[in-house]
């Protein structure tokens, strides 16, 4: 085996996670470990690190975290010990968890994508399609890095506040470097400079594109959009929240899907709706909720499920397993099988509907209820039959309706936490999602709505200033 080509396969192999079900994380590591001189002497090579990074993106712990520590799930009485810390809000830095692990995971993600970019310029393309493909990867490892930056923000930074200490922006790879955190503007600074810039290469196409028989796999000008878009909502532009959705809609080429091909999405029989997936040949994702044995970790909370109206909803015979007996339900269904096999299923980064909830949330704080109330409803009429459109006769009322149909519409996708954090939300639960009253209500004000950092980065860099409480 060429040996650039095997260095490059230890360092995907190196990205992939032990899953949630058996509470393990990966750990920072040194990433100069690897020498970009002899990793990296050809846009081959640049395009196989380009695969190592996307290969080490954590999508199941934002979808695992955003569910466990919100209202989306409940613990089943088959839980062996998966993910409860997480679920009653007991973080120990020292444990690490789920909670700890997207700082290691995605700063590993970080890691590579700077010893990569680094390395660019010094790789000559032999002509002006490899050029053309060297310049598209350079965009997509610069949206990654943004990417990855605010997936750590917003979790271990809360609510957006300028001044308030955000978490360190990091451009290179250096083992020895030791970075402070920044206040929350400058790190939204840059990851907005590197979405702006990667949006900017000419060479990175517009709208998804279908990649072989794995679907739609890499970003595009589009995906961008829909990033800048989310990044709006966090800040509460809302702005650009609505300009950078309606990017997104327009140049992806997507529409609402509808019926059966709605349902497919997520056997990854169809690739409507989808701007951005993450491949996965493993049983990562279906293996959150149920393991192969079929023991049952996390069900879906009475809470979630009595948002939807089951009989004409889709929604609710698709996201959820219906128990044959009763009008109730065991599981989550939405990452349940595909045609590769049971729990072998693709993590949904993005999808259009979101950006018609981003628009419709940004149209309402604008005040603009009539095409807020059209966004809606097109995208209610696309998973109700039957529907009638709703008018919305004040702001208030249009915000509180959008965002329970976040929470139905983008359920167990990784959302549910940034809509509480964003909106400085306090996160309750009924009293039959859990067993103690301990675990059922978590103001926006507890220190436990901002993450612990790993007590390993801790102790590693003297200038890390721990979040309080911890």
Not at 251 to 274: H, Q, R
Not at 373 to 381: I, P, V
Request: charged letters at 20%.
């Amino acid at each position: 085996m060429n040996m650039r080509i095997k260095h490059m396969t230890l360092v995907l192999a190196a990205a992939v996670f032990a899953f949630p079900s058996c509470e393990k994380r990966i750990v920072l590591l040194p990433t100069d470990s690897i020498n970009q001189a002899n990793a990296f002497q050809t846009v081959t090579d640049l395009e196989q690190g380009l695969y190592a990074a996307y290969g080490s993106w954590s999508g199941e712990n934002t979808m695992y975290i955003n569910a466990i520590v919100t209202d989306e799930t409940k613990i089943s009485n088959e839980n062996r010990g998966q993910g409860q810390f997480e679920f009653k809000w007991q973080y120990v830095p020292a444990q690490g968890g789920s909670a700890a692990g997207g700082w290691s995971s995605f700063y590993y993600t970080i890691g590579l994508v700077n010893k990569e970019l680094a390395a660019m310029d010094n790789v000559k393309p032999s002509n002006n399609t490899e050029n053309a493909l060297k310049e598209r990867i350079r965009a997509e490892l610069l949206a990654i890095r943004g990417i990855a930056h605010f997936e750590i923000l917003y979790r271990f930074s809360g609510r957006y506040n300028p001044s308030a200490p955000g978490i360190p922006y990091t451009t290179t790879s250096d083992i020895g470097a030791r970075p402070a955190r920044q206040p929350q503007s400058n790190v939204l600074a840059g990851i907005e400079a590197d979405l702006s810039a990667a949006k900017a290469i000419a060479a990175l196409p517009t709208a998804p594109t279908v990649t072989g028989t794995a679907g739609t796999i890499r970003i595009t000008k589009a995906t961008i959009a829909g990033f800048q878009a989310r990044v709006a909502l966090y800040k509460g532009d809302w702005t650009n929240a609505a300009a950078f959705a309606t990017e997104a809609i327009t140049t992806s080429g997507k529409t609402l899907a509808t019926g059966a091909t709605f349902s497919a999405i997520w056997t990854d029989d169809s690739e409507a709706e989808v701007l951005l997936k993450l491949r996965r040949t493993g049983t990562s994702v279906g293996t959150l909720w149920q393991d192969n044995n079929g023991d049952v970790f996390f069900e879906p909370s009475d809470k979630i499920k009595s948002l939807f109206n089951r009989t004409t909803d889709r929604r609710f015979r698709t996201y959820f397993l219906i128990q044959p007996t009763a009008q109730d339900t065991c599981l989550v269904n939405k990452f349940f099988s595909s045609a590769r096999g049971p729990k072998i299923v693709d993590v949904k980064v993005m999808r259009i509907s979101e950006m018609y909830l981003i628009r419709a949330e940004a149209r309402a704080e604008l005040n603009d209820l009539t095409n807020a109330a059209a966004d809606f409803n097109l995208l209610r009429t696309n998973r109700i039959t039957p529907y009638t459109n709703n008018i919305f006769p004040s702001k208030t009322d249009a915000i509180n309706a959008i965002y329970a149909e976040r929470a139905r519409e983008l359920c167990y996708e990784g959302f549910r936490y940034f809509d509480h954090v964003r909106r400085g939300l306090d996160i309750t639960r009924p009293a039959t999602d859990v067993q103690s009253s301990a675990w059922q209500n978590l103001p926006a004000s507890d220190f436990r709505r901002l993450f612990p950092i790993p007590q390993s980065s801790m102790l590693s860099n003297p200038n890390m200033v721990q979040n309080p409480g911890y």
